[in-house]
Each structure stands twice: as C-alpha cells, then as structure tokens.
Nanobody, 122 residues
Framework: QVQLVESGGGLVQAGGSLRLSCATS????????MGWYRQAPGKQRELVAA???????NYADSVKGRFTISRDNAKNTVYLQMNSLKPEDTAVYYC????????????????WGQGTQVSVSS
C-alpha cells in the first residue's frame, strides 16, 4: 500500500521560508496527481496546492504567489516551497495523491500520513 511521509516543517518568523518534502511509495506516483493539504486547530483540512503528472499546478487563493509545488518522479517525492510565510499559514501540512472528480481535486486515498507542523510567528 501507499506510504506518505512528510518532513521539513518547523518554526519560522513571518516573512520566512520553508521547504516541505513528501516521500511516497507506490508504483503509480509518476502518473498520479499530488497535493499538499493543511489543517489548523479547529479547522477543516484544505487543499493548498496540487500538481498533475504533466506538471500543471493549482493553488488556493490564500497561497498564490507565495507557495510553489513541484515533483521529482525519480524520487517519488513532491515538494512545497513556502515563501513569505504568514501566521495564518500555521498548520499541520499533509500530502496525498489527488484525482479529478466532478471538476474538483479530491484525495485518492482515505488515509493520511503523520504530517509536518509549520508554525509561523508574528
């Protein structure tokens, strides 16, 4: 079964940067879309960035111009470069495979990794 292992989180000041990594296992990586999600305490998990197998990208309005998603198929790894971080970016960040469904991107699997904590101080 697919494994999802997030890393790279930490504590930074507003305006700082972090680079998150998501290592996966599974033979479908190179042909699957990937996404980064985040969940703040008391809030729902939300999709913040996604990338298709063809390298097309989509971002939530809240992170456009600040975050960049990329992938390395040889390493079965997806990255999230986070710049100009704001306190409201504070959350646990998760990755997952994504697929199109009824015009939206949804998680391909119903389970999640442990996530990586991102904390941004003002």
């Amino acid at each position: 079964q697919v494994q999802l292992v997030e890393s790279g989180g930490g504590l930074v000041q507003a305006g700082g940067s972090l680079r998150l990594s998501c290592a996966t296992s599974g033979s479908i990586f190179s042909i699957a879309g990937m996404g980064w999600y985040r969940q703040a305490p008391g809030k729902q998990r939300e999709l913040v960035a996604a990338i298709t197998n063809g390298r097309n990208t989509n971002y939530a309005d809240s992170v456009k111009g600040r975050f960049t998603i990329s992938r390395d198929n040889a390493k079965n790894t997806v990255y999230l470069q986070m710049n100009s971080l704001k306190p409201e970016d504070t959350a646990v960040y998760y990755c997952n495979f994504v697929k199109p469904e009824a015009g939206k991107l949804v998680p391909r699997y119903g389970y999640w990794g442990q996530g990586t904590q991102v904390s941004v101080s003002s």
